[in-house]
Nanobody, 123 residues
């Protein structure tokens, strides 16, 4: 399975973006999925995660209420809708897969990673 993330770009503070992650060569329907990010000079951090059936989601406190994770298992796609973006959200965003159906807050729980998409929030 390969994960391909897209949808990043340059946006002004207060703006919105929608990231998408498509799985090819397999399915992600039985696996917990997550979005994680890494800002320059910082460690990779958890952003959001979703259970395999889409019935439970997890969010970092810093994005709760602004970001929404969703999935379409029929299309092998996981999305991250980001609203009210701020400069602190600037980072490379990665989608990643777990070996289990539950989501997770922990970066180390993800074993399969996409290539990342750059999100820059600046005026």
């Amino acid at each position: 399975v390969q994960l391909q993330a897209s949808g990043g770009g340059l946006v002004q503070p207060g703006g919105s973006l929608r990231l998408s992650c498509v799985a090819s060569g397999g399915t992600l329907s039985t696996r917990g999925m997550g979005w994680l990010r890494q800002a320059p000079g910082k460690e990779r951090e958890f952003v959001a995660s979703i259970r395999a059936d889409g019935g439970k989601s997890y969010y970092a406190d810093s994005v709760k209420g602004r970001f929404t994770i969703s999935r379409d298992n029929d299309r092998s796609t996981v999305s991250l809708t980001m609203n009210n973006l701020q400069p602190v959200d600037t980072a490379v965003y990665y989608c990643a897969q777990r070996a289990y159906s539950e989501g997770s807050y922990y970066v180390s729980d993800y074993y399969l990673w996409g290539q990342g998409t750059q999100v820059t929030v600046s005026s």
